[in-house]
């Protein structure tokens, strides 16, 4: 695979895709990245978010980043033997796990399209209509797989929103990975359009962000900081969409300040 595993231990690296032995969540991977609905929905998403309400990244870069750091937590959470349930408790195969996040990582943003404000329930119905059209393209799935399939989407796409409470180990890494999207690129057309709120700035002081197996935990995620700012992105966000996961247990997080003129805050570990 391109990403970190629980076997080979590379490094993530944000701009691979994904190459997973079955086939299924490659070509689901080759749909959604190829559809002109689907990428239209993922550019007009950022009208809202950072046209409107001067938000960070909402858009195609921040769905990517997402997806790809699903399908990395996810590949290293098997590999550290740590079990999903969301496919099992349908009676789907293990190889439609993959898909859930894929899937999800790639929906769960759509309704910005309507407003910024409460987005995650205007996904829900927006992403359903979607699912209907392409999971049976896809021609792995009768109509009940497929309708088991859509339902553990839409519960992975509404539990990335805080308020929520995810029930399978797929929506845990769907909220987990959406905080993960934290780097300073993600705040580049609100920064530099004069935006210096705290989301904003926050995001300008995280430098890098690897996954990769850690020692006693599944996972390991490492952030890099430039300034003690960056202690929001890890402390108020990050740590929100990780308490009520169900990763906790399996997800160690480590954030150093590698600027050396800035030591208010040198390390900080969840």
């Known amino acids: ?29 080759d749909e959604i990245l190829s559809d002109p609905e689907v990428t ?3 550019e007009a998403q950022n009208v809202n978010a950072v ?12 769905i990517e980043i997402v997806r790809n750091r699903a399908l990395c937590l996810y590949d290293l959470l098997k590999g550290g ?14 190889a439609d796990e993959p898909v859930i996040l894929a899937l999800a990582a790639t929906l769960h943003d759509i309704g910005h399209v309507v407003h910024r404000d409460d987005h995650v329930y205007y996904s829900i ?3 359903a209509d979607l699912l209907d059209r392409l999971v049976p393209q896809l021609g792995f799935y009768d109509t009940e797989e497929a309708v088991r399939l859509k339902a553990e989407v839409l519960h992975a796409i509404l539990c990335h929103h805080t308020a929520e409470d995810p029930l399978t180990t797929e929506a845990g890494i769907i909220r987990v990975a959406d905080a993960l999207d934290m780097e300073r690129g993600r705040s580049r057309i609100p920064y530099e359009k004069g935006g210096r709120g705290i989301n904003t700035l926050s995001s300008q002081a995280i430098e890098n962000v ?17 300034n003690a700012a960056g202690v929001y992105q890890v402390d108020n966000l990050l740590k929100a969409k990780l308490d009520g996961s169900g990763l906790e247990e399996h997800v160690r997080i480590v954030a150093v300040n590698t600027k050396s003129g800035d030591q208010l805050v040198e390390r900080i570990e969840l």
Not at 6 to 29: K, S
């Open 81 to 94: 033997d740590v079990a999903c349930n969301g496919a099992a408790d349908q009676g789907l195969d293990e």
């Open 40 to 42: 239209t929905y993922l």
């Open 51 to 62: 046209q409107r309400k001067g938000y960070n990244d909402h858009g195609t870069k921040h």
């Open 1 to 29: 695979m391109a990403n970190s595993s629980g076997n080979g231990g590379r490094e993530y690296d944000p701009d691979a895709e994904h190459n997973f032995p079955d086939e299924r969540v490659n070509a689901v991977l």
């Open 210 to 226: 690897s996954l990769r197996p850690g020692d006693g935990k599944a996972v390991l995620v490492e952030i890099e900081m430039i």
């Open 125 to 127: 119905p927006l992403a």
